[in-house]
């Protein structure tokens, strides 16, 4: 059982930037965020094999950068631009599978965009 250790969240200004980062309990194949608004479904945000290789949706291309450190098992996502659209739970995941589908999920931290 893979164990997902999340920070980073909080409450920042449209136009300003977070980081968020998660910790696994050891080394998977790969790694990455969903986020999930009130009254909407989870949404893929950002993901990245061990290799490197990334995939984001056209909502968050160019604004959002995710990155990994294999030897410490943790995955970061660099969120810039931030619009009030972005304000979500954003929940880190893991998972063995090729097509990342999700088999671990961490606890969600809450980004809030606001003036």
């Known amino acids: 059982q893979v164990q997902l250790v999340e920070s980073g969240g909080g409450l920042v200004q449209p136009g300003g930037s977070l980081r968020l980062s998660c910790a696994a309990s050891f080394s998977i194949y790969a790694m990455g965020w969903y986020r999930q608004a009130p009254g909407q479904q989870r949404e893929l945000v950002a993901g990245?094999?061990?290799?490197?290789?990334?995939n984001y949706p056209d909502s968050v291309k160019g604004r959002f950068t995710i990155s990994r450190d294999n030897a410490k098992n943790t995955v970061y996502l660099q969120m810039n631009s931030l619009k009030p659209e972005d304000t979500a739970v954003y929940y880190c995941?893991?998972?063995?599978?090729?097509?990342?589908?999700?088999?671990?999920w961490g606890q969600g931290t809450q980004v809030t965009v606001s003036s």
């Open positions: 990245i094999t061990s290799g490197g290789v990334t």
């Open positions: 995941y893991a998972t063995y599978d090729s097509n990342q589908v999700p088999s671990y």
